[in-house]
């Protein structure tokens, strides 16, 4: 399913939350940390763009620092660590599908792993990791573009 607008600049809101995407410590550095944070109005590492891709899957890219989200390692397991990483050309660890909820509702699958992005541990805490893990269908693998 596609995505809610492609190369539009969204901010992205956790279902169980309420709390942003957020590059850890507004980063410029590969292999930062993605995590969830209270909404700061105006900060550039809770803004992200999405860029389609021939193969419908799409690039979300930090508008801070244009570096896109990633999973690290390449891994394929649960718990794995959400990161921001330099655009490698369409690696399908940087890509990611989108799958309609309803209600301005989705599930952000990332083509690799096929796991869904996810707050570690269904924290609703400032600076907890956003992680890879199977759908379990709950709100914690929700997301809304605002």
């Known amino acids: 399913?596609?995505?809610?607008?492609?190369?539009?600049v969204f901010r992205i809101?956790?279902?169980?939350?309420?709390?942003?995407?957020?590059?850890?410590g507004d980063s410029q550095e590969?292999?930062?940390?993605?995590?969830?944070?209270?909404?700061?109005?105006?900060?550039?590492?809770?803004?992200?763009?999405?860029?389609?891709?021939?193969?419908?899957?799409?690039?979300?890219?930090s508008v801070?620092?244009?570096?896109?989200?990633?999973?690290?390692g390449q891994s394929q397991a649960d718990g794995a660590q959400i990161i921001q990483y330099q655009d490698s050309g369409g690696q399908p660890n940087e890509?990611?599908?989108f799958e309609d909820q309803g209600g301005d509702r989705y599930m952000i699958r990332s083509v690799l792993s096929k796991k869904l992005l996810n707050v570690a541990g269904a924290s609703t805490a400032d600076g907890a990791s956003i992680i890879q893990?199977?759908?379990?269908?709950?709100?914690?693998?929700?997301?809304?573009?605002?």
Do not use: C
């Open 133 to 146: 893990y199977h759908d379990t269908n709950d709100d914690n693998s929700k997301w809304q573009f605002v």
């Open 1 to 8: 399913m596609a995505a809610p607008y492609n190369r539009a």
């Open 95 to 97: 890509l990611w599908t």
């Open 30 to 61: 590969n292999s930062a940390k993605i995590i969830q944070y209270t909404d700061t109005p105006g900060a550039p590492n809770e803004l992200w763009w999405l860029d389609q891709q021939p193969n419908n899957s799409y690039k979300i890219r």
């Open 64 to 72: 801070s620092s244009g570096k896109l989200l990633n999973v690290s």
């Open 13 to 24: 809101k956790s279902v169980l939350s309420g709390k942003l995407m957020n590059v850890n």
